[in-house]
């Protein structure tokens, strides 16, 4: 255990039964991040103005309701366990981070969930809904840095709206209007026993989307205390697992070899955040498998 948190004192962290709201009294402290103004990162497309924010975070919850319900049937949804404890810890570091970015995210009611699936996925969807999945933590061997790089590109998604833009641009309102909770960047839930009967169709960002997730991702992280070289040795193990099949995870991500190349360019700017940043005062392990 290394360092001290104070801004945590400002969350009221839920680690109660699943689907409840995971943070509640929303506060940044002096410790929060700079104004939007001084994040370019943060810019979002118009076109993601022309889909109402309220209506797709409104599906978005009871999409993820939903999903939950159908993870619990199955008993495939984590209600305990130093794993879950450790994706809500590291998303209670990253949330007063948020609203810098995107106003909308004070108000939204973050939840953290874990899906027993072997995939290798983590989604967090309009709204603030986050969910990973085992596969992804136990496959992968990640440690905390690496769980964060992989919190804060799925989190910078949801900032950025790129779902919003993604339905517009997939064909308007009309579309949104006729249900595209389909669309919504859950990622494909396959057979996983997490989905149940239902499977959600995925939203596949562009590569310019994912591109950003990573550069705004990496800042979140670093401003919660978590290694951004830990980007690098993440997408070294991606690389390393996908092989020629890439994951879903990585259907339309940039190459690996691009993406750690862009993600070392940008460590030199992500240093002096991350070595001011309060650091964790709780560090955990990945799951075992089997």
Not at 88 to 95: D, E
Not at 122 to 139: E, W
Not at 142 to 158: C, N, Q, R, S
Request: aromatic share 6%; hydrophobic share 40%.
């Amino acid at each position: 255990m290394t360092g001290h948190a104070p801004f945590l004192g400002c969350l009221c962290h839920r680690l109660g039964s699943p689907g409840r709201r995971l943070f509640t009294g929303l506060a940044l402290s002096t410790l929060a991040a700079p104004a939007l103004a001084a994040i370019p990162e943060c810019r979002r497309s118009r076109a993601a103005s022309l889909a109402p924010a309220s209506y797709v975070e409104n599906m978005a919850q009871e999409q993820y309701a939903q999903m939950l319900r159908q993870a619990q049937q199955q008993r495939a949804l984590a209600t305990g366990g130093q794993q879950l404890q450790r994706l809500r810890y590291i998303a209670a570091r990253m949330v007063p981070f948020t609203p810098a970015c995107n106003e909308r995210a004070r108000q939204w009611r973050w939840e953290v969930n874990l899906l027993g699936s072997d995939q290798v996925n983590a989604f967090c969807m309009p709204g603030g809904k986050i969910a990973f999945y085992t596969g992804i933590l136990v496959r992968l061997k990640l440690d905390d840095d690496e769980v964060a790089m992989i919190m804060g590109h799925e989190i910078a998604h949801a900032l950025l709206e790129h779902a919003r833009e993604r339905l517009v641009k997939a064909g308007g309102t009309e579309l949104l209007l006729r249900g595209g909770a389909a669309l919504l960047g859950l990622g494909s839930l396959g057979d996983a026993a997490a989905a149940g009967a239902s499977q959600l169709l995925s939203l596949k960002y562009s590569r310019d989307d994912e591109s950003q997730a990573d550069a705004l991702g990496l800042i979140v992280a670093a401003q919660a205390g978590y290694d951004p070289k830990a980007g690098v040795s993440l997408w070294q193990k991606m690389t390393r697992l996908g092989g020629d099949k890439p994951a879903p995870w990585l259907s339309t991500h940039p190459a690996g070899e691009k993406r750690i190349r862009d993600i070392e360019g940008r460590l030199a700017q992500l240093t002096p955040v991350f070595d001011k940043a309060p650091k964790p005062d709780r560090r955990f392990g990945p799951p075992q498998a089997g």
